[in-house]
């Protein structure tokens, strides 16, 4: 697998510790994962590496991640991957890079949450501590994440026309109905609150059925916490959304929840066409992506004007 300017081989990483963080270039490597913008490279038992391996956006928000995360981890009630090195550009790969925590867990993509109370409990836990004021200059969401919901419409019409042309749903107009809801609810007027920015399954993981840890903290940021709250729709089984916004506090408001069903909607389309071939041209998703984008989309329609008919394909 490569970057756009150099193969990222188990050979390329054990060099760069050498050369810049020589006290763990003894440590074993191993192949992690590929997501979207990212390699993950396990090193040892508790560290890996993680380096952008498909577009140059992730520079600043790998040195995102390792300013701010440290300072959030330990308030957090859920595992995150701490950023403990810094791995500085060079001629043998030309963008920043870092060494964080390992943390245990398989994605939920793969492994989906079975115990719906207990991980709805901790899901509103881990929200209520991360969405916290964000100071001024808090970093801007890639993308229009985090603000107003009506700057989206057009990529939510270009998504429901290609999943439709796809054949991976059958009845655009009541995923429509769920956005339209969305965008009309009253607007956001508190202050912004540090966001995730990018929670879905393949970013959360479980245990034994249970949430276990969090992670992928590139596109954190500032802004409307519905972006978030939308994770409840993907992540938890049939039943236990309920439970998780009466365990979120602040208690989000109805007009905060509706935001969120659309942000929900967002998300699982477009982890549904990213799990049945790709999207943009872009290969870093997964097969496994779209079953709970299909679930997560029944869900959000059965709540609004009865269920949505999705190809069998990914309807399990």
């Not at 590929?34 to 993680?50: E, K």
């Amino acid at each position: 697998m490569t970057s756009p300017d150099v193969e990222i081989t188990a050979d390329l990483i054990a060099e760069l510790l050498h050369d810049q963080h020589p006290d763990l270039a003894g440590l074993p490597l191993k192949f992690g994962a590929v997501g979207w913008d990212n390699q993950l490279w396990r090193l040892g038992d508790d560290l890996a590496v993680r380096l952008a391996w498909h577009t140059r956006d992730e520079e600043e928000l790998l040195v995102k991640e390792y300013t701010l995360l440290p300072g959030m981890a330990p308030r957090l009630p859920l595992p995150i991957p701490v950023p403990q090195r810094l791995g500085r550009p060079s001629d043998r790969f030309p963008r920043p890079w870092i060494v964080t925590t390992w943390v245990a867990g398989e994605p939920a993509d793969r492994a989906p949450v079975t115990r719906g109370a207990e991980s709805a409990d901790l899901l509103a836990a881990f929200l209520t501590a991360l969405h916290q004021p964000a100071p001024d200059g808090a970093p801007v969401g890639r993308h229009r994440r985090g603000g107003p919901l009506a700057a989206l419409d057009n990529g939510i019409a270009d998504m429901i026309a290609a999943t439709t042309e796809r054949g991976l749903i059958a009845d655009p107009q009541a995923l429509r109905e769920v956005w339209d809801d969305a965008v009309t609810a009253p607007a956001w007027n508190g202050p912004p609150v540090w966001l995730h920015g990018d929670l879905h399954p393949a970013n959360v993981l479980t245990g034994d059925g249970n949430l276990c840890g969090v992670v992928d903290f590139g596109d954190l940021c500032a802004g409307n916490p519905a972006y978030d709250l939308a994770g409840a729709w993907l992540l938890l089984p049939d039943g236990a959304v309920d439970r998780f916004q009466r365990g979120y506090l602040p208690a989000a408001d109805a007009a905060t929840m509706r935001r969120a069903r659309g942000c929900a909607l967002m998300k699982a389309l477009a982890c549904l066409l990213i799990g049945d071939n790709g999207i943009h041209g872009r290969p870093g998703g997964k097969a496994s992506w779209a079953p709970p984008a299909a679930a997560a989309l029944q869900r959000l329609a059965a709540t609004r004007n009865g269920p949505v008919t999705f190809s069998r394909r990914h309807s399990s």
